[in-house]
């Protein structure tokens, strides 16, 4: 133990780090990553080591803001320092390297410890490639859920059936999110959507749904307009449902690597945190989504079918069609347009439409409202009571009263590309299609994206527009249509090979 | 690309690290972890995001010292920021994840992007525990090894032969080096001997030797030294001798793994770093080392072999017993008086003495001095050309002229542990011991340590000294003298189970 001039560092360290000098970190024998117990008004914290020779002299320790906070650290007091033990985690992870099962217990000291920021990032990066390599089984990916449930806020709906849908994604343009919920709330039953925003794509539902309201709730504001109007659409990273699940979804995005069990509990964990009792998910299939074959995505289905059984949730998939665009539209906004559009009545693409009434058909048929799901779905948006129960939500999330399509605030500068041969579309790069977007400014400017004019398997003549780059920026439009000039998306050529079905049911 | 104002961050971090506004990271569509240009006065680095809401405003952008060099940026200058591919290394890191072998280009790849700090310790711990758990074949092992050397500098003896010696480690008390090395020199052979410090035992080689000299030298001093005195003992870490070791072990202590692949390239790309061109390895076996059997002993054996036949080193190794400290003294400066009175022939330990001439005899008849190697180790010591050769060592190291084994600087502090029965000892804990030599100082405190009475199959009277706690400061022999008492590191029974010989040749 010895005395120590604590000196506020203003970092913002997702790591509870304490910074020395390596002078003294050598007299007290530790090295970086080694653990010491910060001590000052009688509170006790645990830090990780991390030396510098310029940021802290002999004598000093670096507190960073978290830590200064925990310890009511005021400006530089005298702390204590003395070396702590490891988190016994450190082992855990390392039995995981040995292929070994990890224990009930053994599985929530871990979740535990990165709840509460015990772990660095390399310590956290060491698991996630320990369980991506040597796996988890089925009752360690329970625990695994059920841990990082109880790492956050839960929210309960008492006895009501509370129903959730999930898109694992993969699969642009796939709004179908804001046609699915107000179906499913207009038939009556519940259904607390939360939903991310984009990573890697061009919109989440988070980014469509915040272009025209407010996706940042609370969870009393998700269970009361879910109460009240029977649905909601809310970001599910504003609330601390599975918290855990964002912080290992940040490594996992900077080793561009997503276990498989980790996938199941991750998503898993934020629908038993909402309360849902029935879950449907939506496994898009094909080139360039999660399961491009349909082999994994029935492997995919089964454990997601499985893991419910385990933790008291009733799970049903629908394997569906992503190997191209869902729909037209490809952006926040330009999404956001055509979901209303179709909740309007518009004809809209087949693909949107088949795809919203055929999966919120299964979910009215899981809460027993009806034995024909996908025509009592399409009799409920044909009547007009979705499109008058999204309002209603929108207006509950503080969107503008009786939300046109119109309204969705569309980028003002737009490019038009033509076809440069005449013949048919046989192929749709989902790549290159996000790229585009995301050059023009999605998800970030709500605004820009792309629309696609033609679709797989359609005929279209030289000088025709095949589809349209959005911006909100003159800048960003010439550096997406240069993207596009390369990439070329949509690819023409003079004969169809075949015309794939859009939907297949499970 | 967008312009931002640079705020230079004094933080040294082993990253490449920029710290952005979250607002900044969404308009361009990155996250933490993505990679970024920054560009300045015609230069470009490429830079690891992190985020921070506090640490710099949206417009700013947050650069540490490092990449401030780098950039020869002056304060608030305006920067070009710009999206950046992540390494390929990354990728090459997955392919391990999936148990594939790496082809020699993507073993230099990933090297390259270590030793030029392009990745973050998640990554590389992510790239530790992927190898951790899934090897390397020898073709790798022998590539990776190979890109380390070259990762840094290589000293030349030109057609010299050089020898070279190493302990695998995990036996205190193992103070041979300071023995071997001058014997070697003494005979006519080169032997340039770089050494590390401890990071969990009592004392290194690298701080044995600091207790009387200098260790920190340059790559030539060492080449200098070498080819006037014959031998060198210089702390390896001083020097760019396959720096990328020094980060990868960093990154191991915290993971508390050592890859076997990794452990064979971090030794023998050091060795081949410095010339050597022949190499007598010391793997001592026993309870609490690193190979606590014989199998995995003579495993490791093998593999050092084949991966020197690789390289283009002759390895030869010896298989020592490592179950209860080597000599009686345990911690820097007691090390290098034990050592010392050796050379200047005092019947020191058995253990300690038969350990460095069989050692050092292996090494002559290696280099064909003769074909009696232990006799003649045996007759270089006795004539006194041992003493004389490593007392030129330390001089030209700027140490004492006519070092004698009292000028070692021990603890002033001393306090004797008696036995409470009489018996025999039977069992000495390698780890018990090294705790209390650390609590009481070492290895920073030079002078701080154990010396043990009594050894393993010693008969001893009530009341005898069993061994004595040295220390430079009172506070801390107090320490070390509470943890004696919990610890009982040796332990004294009433009948000798067994005598364990103290050498087994290979």
Chains 1, 2 share one sequence.
Not at 75 to 82: C, F, G, L, R
Not at 105 to 133: C, F, G, P, Q
Not at 263 to 283: E, Q, W, Y
Not at 380 to 404: M, P, W, Y
Request: some cysteine.
């Amino acid at each position: 133990m010895k005395l120590f001039k604590a000196k506020p560092i203003d970092i913002e360290a997702g790591e509870p780090i304490v910074i020395m000098n390596p002078q003294d970190t050598a007299e007290l024998g530790i090295r970086e990553m080694d653990r010491v117990h910060v001590e000052i008004h009688g509170k006790n914290v645990v830090a990780i080591v991390q030396e510098s020779k310029t940021m802290v002299a002999p004598g000093e320790v670096g507190v960073i803001l978290k830590l200064q906070e925990d310890l009511n650290l005021i400006d530089e007091e005298q702390v204590n320092i003395k070396p702590a033990q490891r988190p016994q985690s450190i082992e855990l992870i390392k039995k995981k390297m040995d292929n070994l099962e990890l224990s009930t217990d053994e599985i929530y000291m871990i979740v535990h410890d990165m709840a509460n920021r015990n772990l660095s990032k390399a310590e956290i990066a060491s698991y996630i490639t320990a369980v991506y390599v040597n796996g988890m089984n089925m009752r360690e990916t329970k625990d695994l859920t059920m841990a990082m449930v109880e790492s956050g806020e839960t929210i309960n709906f008492g006895d009501r059936d509370v129903f959730d849908f999930h898109s694992v994604g993969g699969c642009p343009g796939n709004k179908i999110t804001p046609i699915i919920v107000p179906i499913v709330a207009a038939s009556g039953l519940l259904i607390p959507k939360t939903f991310s925003r984009a990573i890697s794509s061009a919109a989440g539902s988070a980014d469509i749904m915040e272009s025209i309201c407010n996706v940042t709730l609370t969870v009393e504001n998700i269970r009361q307009i879910t109460l009240e109007v029977g649905g909601v659409l809310a970001w599910g990273g504003a609330v601390r449902l599975a918290p855990v699940d964002d912080i290992l979804i940040n490594v996992e995005y900077g080793l561009t690597v997503d276990p498989h069990s980790q996938v199941l509990a991750s998503i898993m964990s934020k629908k038993k945190a909402v309360g849902a009792k029935h879950l449907l998910l939506d496994i898009p299939t094909g080139h360039g989504t999660k399961a491009p074959d349909e082999e994994t995505a029935r492997k995919l289905a089964r454990d997601f079918i499985g893991l419910g059984e385990e933790i008291g949730i009733n799970v049903e998939c629908a394997l569906t069609y992503g190997g191209q665009p869902i729909g037209r539209a490809i952006g926040p906004a330009l999404e956001a347009a055509e979901a209303i559009a179709i909740l309007e009545g518009t004809t809209g693409p087949r693909s949107v439409l088949e795809k919203a009434l055929s999966l919120s058909g299964i979910i009215l048929e899981m809460g027993g409202v009806t034995r024909n799901g996908y025509d009592e779905a399409a009799s409920i948006l044909k009547s007009g009571r979705a499109l008058e129960k999204f309002r209603q939500i929108v207006e509950a999330q503080g969107g503008k009263e009786n939300i046109t399509a119109s309204d969705a605030p569309i980028g003002q500068y737009n490019k038009q590309v033509m076809a440069d041969k005449s013949g048919y579309v046989n192929f749709i790069d989902n790549r290159s299609v996000v790229k585009i977007a995301r050059e023009a400014g999605a998800p970030y400017d709500k605004g820009a994206g792309l629309l696609i004019a033609k679709k797989g398997g359609q005929p279209v003549e030289k000088d025709e527009v095949i589809y349209t780059i959005y911006a909100e920026h003159e800048r960003k439009l010439k550096l997406a249509e240069s993207l596009a000039r390369r990439l070329r998306p949509v690819r023409v050529e003079n004969m169809v090979l075949d015309r794939i079905p859009m939907i297949k049911k499970l």
